[in-house]
């Protein structure tokens, strides 16, 4: 049976990077939130449990496109603009990745209609005994293991199996951001573009390909998710070599084989797990854990598109504070093209913003990595090897620095929050008595005292991961210390310079 | 007894600490001095979505007298931990200024006075919605000493010595 980029990616990691799959996630303790609280264990194992998680978000997803549409143009006003931009964005940076992964892909709307179209089943399963396989493709749909889908379901071309497209895709539609973050009707069209891609998707190819390849939100999940405090791991390997069923992966009567391509026994890392939960129901042992784990286990980097997505969001950051967090107005016009008419302005930012993001930043750090190298003398570590493991510090510094970036959006502008509760579509609702409440920031002054303890929390998390990367590449401490110098430079002086922006 | 891995992580963990705590206070100490308060009158323009000038520098202890002029729409002028915000009206000279703590207290000056007395960087924000930018719309008050930024830089070179110290450390056999 073949599998998709995920369990490719996780055979082959030996050839990239130092450690096998087990070493590389193995680290520090684990507490099954399954086996420590059963309530949880028997929500997850319901059938309808994903239906149940989804749909409610997916209302509340058409209502934001209809206030989106039909609502104020204004964007503090409406509420698709307040609750994405502000509150979810917040949320999922700051709550959902670092404690429970990929646990906005659990509940994620995109992918409804397409995979129900994919399975005409919203809640059952459309599985086959396995005796009765042969020439069941006949009959109606098609047979991938033991589950029945419908559409082409054709394999995702194997040159686009990495997250290159979800680099470039959601690239572009920052670029566009101060469009997106203003205009209620430009998240309209990007979020029901995205949706309508996914549906058609996933008529034309098997399984999850928009969310594994395609969703520009998943690119970053995918990386962040590695430091995450939760995973969803097969409690005993030993027992999936023995099993004969492999339910996970091809599908079983109890639960669709894994959407994303993952066989549980060989996930090592959270980047491409969607947290749906099916393994939990069709693993016939009941071998599946979903685990508690320290901050940051994941700790490899497994690829060029990986390390690029990380310089990606770091320029991004960095571009952000300067624009939206940053007193100058010409920048802001520069973002905001549609309004100033400033085409010049805008194409300079442009390409400013994807030579940062693609070759200024990974470029400082590979002559980093470069001079690290020099320095260290003769060693076995390939180039890649070496580049790979020091970008994995970007990882946690990344994510630290966008909680940073986002804390000022919700505490000043939270209070936006509760005015679009009541009047959600701005056509003068009052609906909790919330809709006249003043703008109100939350502690405005104490912001840059909050960023700068993350920031400095975020860059220990980086030399650590980076020094760990060096002894694990070098072996000789001596060595290890040489070739991580420069980039340890690169981490701190990036660090000293948000610490400038935000508070010098 | 605590087992020697977990022994040296705790020190690990206490050097860094430390370089960071003394880093902090170097930087602290080393912020330069300010120079003695002064009275200084100031205009500010807003239009849409930045305020002229957009960074004010000023010491600790300044009394700055407050003009406004809106070269396009409404805008506000929300001063971060002063309890001050102005409501500007396009072309007009005259101003309404409010006190946030105490709804209800507008008034229409054409000159508003606060003296600086906490050092540090404040934003400065619109607050009256006045178009598609307008959350974005901000400028900078940095009033000298501004001790947090080289506080900050010094814990940050603080956690790259103390991960050197760490380091080094580790090169010695146990």
Not at chain 1, 276 to 305: I, W
Not at chain 1, 311 to 325: D, G, R
């Amino acid at each position: 049976m073949k599998t998709d980029r995920n369990l490719q990616g996780a055979s082959s990691s030996g050839s990239t990077a130092g450690p096998t799959p087990s070493e590389d996630s193995a680290g520090g303790r684990r507490i099954d939130l399954l086996r420590l609280l059963p309530p949880l264990k028997w929500f997850v194992s319901r059938r309808w449990f994903q239906f149940a998680v989804v749909f409610p978000t997916l209302l509340l997803f058409l209502l934001f496109l209809l206030a989106g549409i039909f609502g104020s143009p204004v964007g503090n006003r409406n509420i698709i603009v307040v609750f994405v931009w502000i509150l979810w964005w917040f949320l999922l940076i700051s709550v959902m990745v670092p404690f429970a992964s990929r646990v906005w892909c659990t509940v994620c709307p995109f992918p409804f209609f397409g995979e129900w179209l994919q399975r005409r089943s919203l809640v059952a399963v459309r599985a086959i005994d396995p005796k009765q396989r042969t020439g069941e493709e006949s009959e109606s749909g098609v047979l991938i293991g033991r589950n029945r889908y419908f559409g082409l379901n054709r394999r995702w071309p194997k040159a686009l199996s990495s997250i290159w497209l979800q680099n470039i895709g959601f690239l572009a539609l920052c670029t566009f951001s101060a469009l997106l973050l203003t205009r209620p009707i430009v998240s309209v069209m990007i979020l029901g573009f995205l949706i309508l891609l996914a549906t058609v998707l996933h008529l034309i190819y098997r399984h999850r390909a928009f969310c594994s390849y395609v969703c520009p939100v998943s690119g970053f999940l995918s990386l962040y998710a590695m430091t995450s405090m939760m995973e969803i791991r097969s409690a005993d390997t030993d027992v999936c070599a023995q099993c004969g069923d492999k339910g996970c992966l091809a599908g079983n009567d109890a639960g669709w084989g894994c959407a994303w391509g993952i066989y549980p026994s060989k996930l090592d890392r959270n980047n491409y797990c969607g947290l749906c939960m099916e393994c939990v129901k069709s693993c016939p042992h009941d071998n599946m854990a979903l685990n508690l784990r320290p901050f940051g286990s994941d700790t490899q980097l497994k690829g060029y598109d990986e390390a690029w997505k990380a310089f990606i969001m770091l320029a991004l950051a960095l571009a952000y504070s300067v624009i939206f967090l940053g007193p100058w107005g010409f920048l802001k016009d520069w973002a905001n093209v549609t309004e100033s008419k400033e085409v010049g302005g805008f194409l300079l930012y442009t390409v400013i913003l994807w030579a940062g993001a693609l070759v200024v930043i990974p470029g400082i750090f590979a002559l980093a990595v470069w001079i690290g190298r020099r320095l260290a003398g003769p060693h076995e570590a390939s180039a890649k090897q070496v580049f790979l493991g020091f970008a994995y510090p970007l990882v946690p510094l990344g994510l630290l620095v966008w909680v940073a970036f986002s804390l000022p959006l919700l505490l000043v502008n939270g209070s936006y929050i509760l005015m679009v509760l009541s009047d959600p579509f701005g056509w003068g609702w009052n609906l909790f008595g919330t809709a006249n409440v003043a703008w109100t920031p939350v502690v405005p002054q104490w912001v840059p005292y909050l960023q700068v303890p993350l920031l400095l929390v975020g860059l220990a998390y980086a030399l650590k991961a980076g020094w760990d990367q060096a002894t694990r590449l070098f072996g000789r401490q001596s060595q290890a210390l040489k070739a991580f110098a420069p980039v340890a430079v690169v981490l701190t002086v990036t660090v000293l310079y948000f610490f400038k922006l935000y508070t010098g | 007894m605590m087992p020697q891995n977990r022994a040296h992580q705790v020190l690990d963990t206490v050097i860094v600490l430390a370089t960071v705590l003394l880093g902090g206070v170097v930087g602290y100490v080393a912020a330069p001095k300010p120079p003695a308060p002064q009275e200084r009158q100031i205009t500010i323009r807003a239009r849409q979505y930045a305020y002229e000038p957009e960074v004010l520098r000023v010491n600790k202890g300044d009394t700055l007298r407050l003009r406004f002029i809106s070269e396009d729409v409404v805008h506000g002028f929300f001063l971060e931990g002063y309890d001050l915000d102005v409501k500007i009206f396009p072309l007009e000279p005259e101003f309404e200024v409010s006190r946030p703590s105490k709804p209800g207290s507008g008034e229409r000056v054409q000159e508003v006075a606060i003296t600086v007395e906490r050092e540090g960087k404040f934003r400065y924000r619109c607050s009256h919605t006045c178009g598609y930018m307008h959350p974005f719309m901000q400028g900078e008050m940095i009033v000298a000493p501004n001790r947090l930024f080289p506080t900050s830089i010094g814990m940050g070179l603080g956690v790259l010595f103390g991960g050197l110290i760490v380091a080094a450390r580790k090169r010695k056999p146990a």
